[in-house]
């Protein structure tokens, strides 16, 4: 129809005419839909509080209405001569009074300033990140930084119910508003089409949602994901809500996933008969990261017996038996003594991995049965034989009768355990155990955050489930409706469990409630000022909750009370352990584009060209006040950055002497120079600064 109509419209000989029809039909169509019919609402808006005012901004009250917007025509001294948008009425301001503000959809330049951490896992090198930010510029961010990379999304977005808070354009909506669910739907909508451009193509995207909102929200992701298997699934939240003569049981979590979609196993819904060892193999580690898991294990050829364990990577360089660089270690298949075999970590593409134990517990788990060695046949492999092991898990069933043992495998002892089962097979399209009910997320907020009142907190075994139908061990998981963290203490919880490695990136915003921001203003109080901020979700529930359910106390040092999976589930844990985890806490601001181009904005930059890097390590920061390097490498966190190209030749040499880094940031204004440049240094990811940053966040027209 649309090349018909072009066709005809050809024909017209008034040029100007023709343009006229046709961009009338193109707002036609945009307004026409099949399906889901909805007002596009004008484009939120965002405060930019580090962004200064100065003539040309547009800009708000502070602490006001931000779509009552002006314009600043001059500062004259203390006071800003605006127009009223869009009425162009003359208005003075006192300067002090204003700040700038921009329509989601313009070019914004972010960063992010380092609050705070909490590090329980000084060992490892995960780290997951809490960004304060409202969510939208947060996943234009992502985008920047995760496009495509992204293995699960989870959010619990708000239902519009009517009765709950939530803003459009920072006003709070509610059920008297004519445009409730409109403006539900556009806000959502903006934000859903990043989130898929951030998923990478077996990526899965989960949503949980009321009833209120649960046929609208299918029909618009039919309408951005054509693509996909959308599946809702039932979940009795409660013992009922009565509404409208009807008795409301449940709520719903919608599965955005591939068609070839296969699910993990889940604890709750029945399983196969499967082997209850797996290989000891960590793949997602090297030997240079880990290398105290790096060693050989000896094996009989013949009978398959395990004799024991040669020398860890590690211990060799303590010792003096090795002085080279841990990534050009290579794995000795001819130490092992004689008749039997050395078996080093290697994965199935017979890459060099690392081993899940160290050789101190490793033997431990030999002389416990947890061990079993498997012949295999050679492929990607130099080794006769496979090393499988029995999960944390696994053995916690067994230690609590759980799971019956009916002998000893008669080499190595290795336990024999009969009928085992995985405990999933597909995920259920209902999901009725009380472990999921809201009441149980009430109690679990509770005894976390002693008393502190949360609405409707999602209780961390239904996240759990949902997060360990659709990621695997080194997954990276997001979610930008954080709410009060418990997604992140979700992924802490699996990867206890699984021995997973799996990183979790949250977004909130510091919103106050509908009542705290009365109280506040009617106080004398406003939007940035110290006690304010100290009132939002971010800054008083989300980051004390991640710091409290790390170290296993709140900040007073109370020792948390309670365990989870208190009813019956095989994974008990009590609070008061923590977690072996580390965290960081960014909040989102808005940079200066003049100042970026020139390169004066490096170090607020550092943060994002970590995070893009893989989030290894802690985060790096340059001392306050001092000057900016030539070059930063850093092998700890995997990248390095080139900031003068005089230094190219030092800067290929290190890099060169660090083959675990694997991202490069190169800072110059020839795009010759840098494709020489990384030309010279292959096998990297190379990003061109400032370029890459600026471009990313000019070219907003099509989000």
């Given at each position: 129809m649309a090349n018909a109509l072009d066709a005809l419209i050809d024909h017209i000989p008034d040029?100007?005419?023709?343009?006229?029809?046709?961009?009338?039909?193109?707002?036609?169509?945009?307004?026409?839909?099949?399906?889901?019919?909805?007002?596009?609402?004008?484009?939120?808006?965002?405060?930019?509080?580090?962004?200064?005012?100065?003539?040309?901004?547009?800009?708000?009250?502070?602490?006001?209405?931000?779509?009552?917007?002006?314009?600043?025509?001059?500062?004259?001294?203390?006071?800003?001569?605006?127009?009223?948008?869009?009425?162009?009425?003359?208005?003075?301001?006192?300067?002090?009074?204003?700040?700038?503000?921009?329509?989601?959809?313009?070019?914004?330049?972010?960063?992010?300033?380092?609050?705070?951490?909490?590090?329980?896992?000084?060992?490892?090198?995960?780290?997951?990140?809490?960004?304060?930010?409202?969510?939208?510029?947060?996943?234009?961010?992502?985008?920047?930084?995760?496009?495509?990379?992204?293995?699960?999304?989870?959010?619990?977005?708000?239902?519009?119910?009517?009765?709950?808070?939530?803003?459009?354009?920072d006003a709070f909506v509610d059920k008297n508003d004519q445009w409730q669910h409109s403006k539900w739907l556009s806000f959502i909508k903006k934000r859903l089409k990043i989130a898929k451009?951030?998923?990478?193509?077996?990526?899965?995207?989960?949503?949980?949602?009321?009833?209120?909102?649960?046929?609208?929200?299918?029909?618009?992701?039919?309408?951005?994901?054509?693509?996909?298997?959308?599946?809702?699934?039932?979940?009795?939240?409660?013992?009922?809500?009565?509404?409208?003569?009807?008795?409301?049981?449940?709520?719903?979590?919608?599965?955005?996933?591939?068609?070839?979609?296969?699910?993990?196993?889940?604890?709750?819904?029945?399983?196969?008969?499967?082997?209850?060892?797996?290989?000891?193999?960590?793949?997602?580690?090297?030997?240079?990261?880990?290398?105290?898991?790096?060693?050989?294990?000896?094996?009989?050829?013949?009978?398959?017996k395990i004799?024991?364990?040669?020398?860890?990577?590690?211990?060799?360089?303590?010792?003096?038996?090795?002085?080279?660089?841990?990534?050009?270690?290579?794995?000795?298949?001819?130490e092992a003594p004689a008749n039997c075999s050395a078996v080093w970590p290697v994965t199935t593409k017979g890459l060099p991995c690392v081993w899940r134990l160290i050789p101190s517990s490793f033997l431990e788990y030999v002389n416990n049965g947890y061990i079993r060695v498997i012949r295999q046949k050679q492929k990607k492999n130099n080794s006769l034989f496979g090393v499988q092991f029995l999960a944390d898990g696994i053995i916690k069933k067994i230690k609590a009768g759980i799971i019956q043992i009916s002998g000893k495998e008669p080499v190595n002892g290795a336990l024999i355990i009969e009928e085992y089962k995985t405990d999933g097979s597909g995920i259920p399209t209902i999901?009725?155990?009380?472990?999921?009910?809201?009441?149980?997320?009430?109690?679990?907020?509770?005894?976390?955050?002693?008393?502190?009142?949360?609405?409707?907190?999602?209780?961390?075994?239904?996240?759990?489930?949902?997060?360990?139908?659709?990621?695997?061990?080194?997954?990276?998981?997001?979610?930008?409706?954080?709410?009060?963290?418990?997604?992140?203490?979700?992924?802490?919880?699996?990867?206890?469990?699984?021995?997973?490695?799996?990183?979790?990136?949250?977004?909130?915003?510091?919103?106050?409630?509908?009542?705290?921001?009365?109280?506040?203003?009617?106080?004398?109080?406003?939007?940035?000022?110290?006690?304010?901020?100290?009132?939002?979700?971010?800054?008083?529930?989300?980051?004390?909750?991640?710091?409290?359910?790390?170290?296993?106390?709140?900040?007073?040092?109370?020792v948390l009370q309670g365990e989870y999976s208190p009813d019956g589930d095989d994974y008990k844990r009590p609070y008061a352990e923590g977690f072996k985890s580390n965290c960081i806490y960014f909040k989102l601001g808005f940079l200066n584009k003049t100042s970026i181009a020139v390169g004066r904005q490096f170090c607020e930059l550092l943060p994002l060209l970590w995070l893009k890097a893989g989030a290894h390590n802690p985060c790096p920061v340059l001392p306050e006040g001092s000057d900016l390097p030539d070059l930063l490498v850093l092998p700890e966190n995997r990248f390095a950055a080139l900031l003068s190209e005089t230094a190219f030749a030092e800067f290929s040499a290190q890099v060169k002497a660090h083959p675990e880094i694997n991202t490069l940031y190169i800072v110059t204004d020839s795009e010759p120079a840098f494709r020489m440049m990384t030309d010279m240094l292959p096998g990297r990811t190379a990003y061109q600064l400032y370029r890459d940053y600026l471009e990313n966040f000019q070219i907003n027209l099509r989000r």
């Amino acid at each position: 129809m649309a090349n018909a109509l072009d066709a005809l419209i050809d024909h017209i000989p008034d040029e100007a005419l023709r343009g006229q029809i046709r961009e009338a039909l193109k707002k036609q169509n945009q307004q026409k839909k099949f399906g889901l019919v909805f007002e596009d609402h004008i484009p939120e808006s965002t405060v930019l509080y580090d962004v200064p005012v100065k003539a040309g901004s547009t800009v708000a009250l502070r602490g006001g209405d931000v779509s009552k917007q002006m314009k600043v025509l001059a500062i004259d001294g203390e006071v800003a001569h605006c127009l009223s948008l869009p009425e162009r009425e003359p208005v003075d301001q006192p300067l002090d009074s204003l700040v700038s503000v921009a329509k989601f959809g313009e070019p914004i330049y972010p960063y992010l300033k380092q609050l705070d951490t909490v590090c329980n896992a000084p060992d490892s090198d995960l780290w997951h990140t809490l960004i304060e930010a409202d969510n939208y510029h947060a996943l234009q961010l992502l985008e920047y930084l995760y496009a495509e990379k992204v293995d699960c999304i989870y959010i619990d977005p708000p239902y519009n119910t009517g009765e709950d808070e939530w803003k459009y354009n920072d006003a709070f909506v509610d059920k008297n508003d004519q445009w409730q669910h409109s403006k539900w739907l556009s806000f959502i909508k903006k934000r859903l089409k990043i989130a898929k451009r951030l998923l990478n193509p077996k990526g899965v995207l989960i949503i949980s949602i009321g009833y209120q909102q649960i046929n609208r929200l299918n029909l618009l992701l039919e309408e951005l994901f054509p693509e996909k298997q959308i599946v809702t699934v039932t979940v009795q939240t409660s013992g009922g809500k009565p509404s409208g003569g009807f008795n409301y049981l449940q709520e719903y979590l919608v599965f955005i996933v591939p068609k070839d979609f296969e699910p993990m196993p889940m604890l709750f819904s029945g399983g196969k008969e499967s082997s209850p060892y797996h290989g000891m193999t960590l793949a997602s580690f090297t030997q240079s990261q880990r290398p105290n898991q790096t060693y050989p294990i000896y094996i009989e050829n013949e009978s398959g017996k395990i004799i024991g364990c040669g020398k860890s990577l590690q211990e060799r360089v303590r010792d003096g038996s090795y002085s080279g660089s841990l990534d050009d270690f290579v794995f000795d298949y001819d130490e092992a003594p004689a008749n039997c075999s050395a078996v080093w970590p290697v994965t199935t593409k017979g890459l060099p991995c690392v081993w899940r134990l160290i050789p101190s517990s490793f033997l431990e788990y030999v002389n416990n049965g947890y061990i079993r060695v498997i012949r295999q046949k050679q492929k990607k492999n130099n080794s006769l034989f496979g090393v499988q092991f029995l999960a944390d898990g696994i053995i916690k069933k067994i230690k609590a009768g759980i799971i019956q043992i009916s002998g000893k495998e008669p080499v190595n002892g290795a336990l024999i355990i009969e009928e085992y089962k995985t405990d999933g097979s597909g995920i259920p399209t209902i999901w009725s155990e009380k472990q999921f009910y809201t009441s149980k997320g009430t109690s679990q907020i509770q005894n976390i955050m002693g008393g502190k009142d949360f609405p409707y907190p999602k209780p961390i075994d239904l996240i759990l489930e949902a997060l360990r139908s659709c990621t695997s061990d080194d997954s990276l998981i997001v979610d930008f409706f954080a709410g009060s963290g418990t997604t992140l203490n979700a992924v802490n919880l699996l990867n206890s469990q699984d021995d997973g490695q799996r990183r979790c990136l949250i977004v909130t915003n510091n919103e106050l409630s509908k009542k705290q921001t009365k109280e506040l203003l009617s106080a004398g109080i406003h939007p940035r000022e110290t006690q304010w901020e100290s009132k939002g979700i971010c800054k008083s529930v989300t980051w004390p909750r991640i710091v409290s359910t790390t170290l296993g106390k709140r900040n007073d040092g109370t020792v948390l009370q309670g365990e989870y999976s208190p009813d019956g589930d095989d994974y008990k844990r009590p609070y008061a352990e923590g977690f072996k985890s580390n965290c960081i806490y960014f909040k989102l601001g808005f940079l200066n584009k003049t100042s970026i181009a020139v390169g004066r904005q490096f170090c607020e930059l550092l943060p994002l060209l970590w995070l893009k890097a893989g989030a290894h390590n802690p985060c790096p920061v340059l001392p306050e006040g001092s000057d900016l390097p030539d070059l930063l490498v850093l092998p700890e966190n995997r990248f390095a950055a080139l900031l003068s190209e005089t230094a190219f030749a030092e800067f290929s040499a290190q890099v060169k002497a660090h083959p675990e880094i694997n991202t490069l940031y190169i800072v110059t204004d020839s795009e010759p120079a840098f494709r020489m440049m990384t030309d010279m240094l292959p096998g990297r990811t190379a990003y061109q600064l400032y370029r890459d940053y600026l471009e990313n966040f000019q070219i907003n027209l099509r989000r």
